[in-house]
Structures are given as structure tokens and as C-alpha cells.
């Protein structure tokens, strides 16, 4: 069962320029995602292709002259402003990118324990902080006392305590050195084993294909494949979309090559594919229409030529 739809999401920001002018740039359009109950989705793509803003978006945290069209769903039902702004923080739960998003003036152990809403909050802070690796004293710290990796360990305990249904985690794992990454893997794993569905958005790859079950790939603000983790191993032949490929293949794990080009910039998105100006195999067509997604073999896919 879907935990959470997001159908057909377009985000727009409007800006004065010069001759206060305004300027109005889609920055996010027809993006499609779901996590099932008990999934693991992690989202990659390039900086700037909407991973973030997505989730600033189901959170209903985007600024005033953000506008957005779209549908989303949680628990099978329309996610209003007025239900994300319930939800959120008791059966939404958001590990933030910046450590800055901790409270300067609340000790750490309270703002942990603030998060715990079904078991003693602080047996469950000091269980997850010696999880962690976090020591004794550091419940008795302010947020300016951390360095950025406790920080940033803080802010995966607040989510791992809360039991929320829906967890989102921004970028979670910087700064951690790998035993508290894998920590952090088998914390996501167990919380998605006891139903809740979990998004992480993530430039790390190996973390996403080591805890998720499916890769959503993002490029210039939409959705262009979700795969299963499977798909991702060997020369990438089981992935659909020209992206996802050149994306794997880049690796340095692999083969190596990187990717000719650049994403563009919001407000100068190509009229059809917006990687066809990338893509060796665009033709007069991929220019000239957005593909519409496709099911292609368990996975979905924006390419016409995709097989």
C-alpha cells in the first residue's frame, strides 16, 4: 500500500529582476514519485535537479512565492497544507541537510527526546545516542558545541526515535565516518521492516544502492526512471534511461566516464526531452516532445526510445 503519491508536481518560483520585473522559473514539473509502506526509495540526481525542494514540498515548507500544482497523497488521502502541517514532525519526520535546522537554544538531549512520542523519550534518546556513538555528555550540549558529524548524527537520531510513518532524510550521511553509516543503514532497514516508508535523498549512490529498494533518478526537476536496486550492477544494461546509464557509468567503481555537458539551469529547460542536448541518441522527436512516463519492465522510464 502507497504511503505516499506525489502526481504530477510542478513548482515554480517568482522573483523581481531588474526594472522590478517579474521573472517566473519552473524549477520542478510533471515530477512523479510513491513509497510503499515498508520501502525504501532514495532519490539521486545532480545538484539542482528538485531532490531537496521535493521534500520541502510534501513538508509544506517552501517559501511564499513558491507556487505548486500537483497532487499529493498520504495514506490514500489528499496531502492539504493544512494535514502537512499536522503531520509533520509527528507522522512525517524530516532528517534536514543542514545542522543548522537544530533549535541553538534547546540542549540536545531535549530536542531528541522532544521527537520520541511512543516509549520513555529518555531511555530512547540515550539508547540511540549510544547507537550512534554519541557519549553521555553530549545530551548536556548546545548545537554550536557539536562538530558537524555529531550535528549530523543528532539530527538521524530525532528521525530513528520518532517511529514516524513517513521519514524523509536530506543528504544523511556526510560527515559520518562508515561504521555510523552503517548504523545509520541498519536504522532505515528497521524502521522500513516495521511499516514505515523512508525517502532518502542522497548524492552518495553506494549508501542508496546498499539501503534502498528502488532508485528514483532525478534530472532538471523531474522524475526520467525509477529502477529497482537490482537494476543497478554490471555496464548498467538493465536500466532504461540514457541518464540512469551515463550516471552509473560514471562512477569511478565502474567505468569511469564522465558525463559530456551539464544540466540545465531552471528557466532554460529544453522543449522536449531536457537531456536530449546530452544524450547521443536523442533524435528531431526527443527534442521536440517531454517523453511521457512509461512501465518498462518493473521500473518506470521517461525516453521514447527506451526499451
Known sequence: MSILDVQNLSISFTKYSKGLRQETNQVIHNLNVSINQGEIVAVVGSSGSGKSLLAHAILGLLPSNAAV????????????????????????????QSVKSLDPLMKIGRQVQTSVKKKNAVTAQRKIFKKYKLQHLVEKLYPFQLSGGMARRVLVSMAVVSEARLIIADEPTPGLDSEVIKEAEISFRELADNG?????????????????????VFYAGTTVETAPVSDFSGKGENLRHPYTKALWR????????????????????????????????????????????????DGMVRCLYAT
Do not use: W
Open 69 to 96: 500544482t500537483g497532487t499529493m497523497y498520504y495514506d490514500g488521502q489528499v496531502l492539504t497544507d493544512e494535514r502537512k502541517a499536522k503531520l509533520r514532525g509527528l507522522e512525517i519526520a524530516f532528517v534536514p
Open 196 to 216: 514505515s516508508g523512508v525517502m532518502i535523498i542522497t548524492h552518495d549512490i553506494d549508501f542508496a544502492l546498499k539501503v534502498a529498494d528502488k532508485i528514483a
Open 250 to 297: 560514471a562512477l569511478p567503481q565502474n567505468e569511469f566516464i564522465p558525463i559530456k555537458g551539464s544540466q540545465p539551469l531552471a528557466g532554460e529547460l529544453p522543449k522536449g526531452c531536457p537531456f536530449a542536448p546530452r544524450c547521443e541518441h536523442a533524435t528531431k522527436e526527443c527534442r521536440e516532445e517531454m517523453p511521457a512516463e512509461r512501465m518498462i519492465r
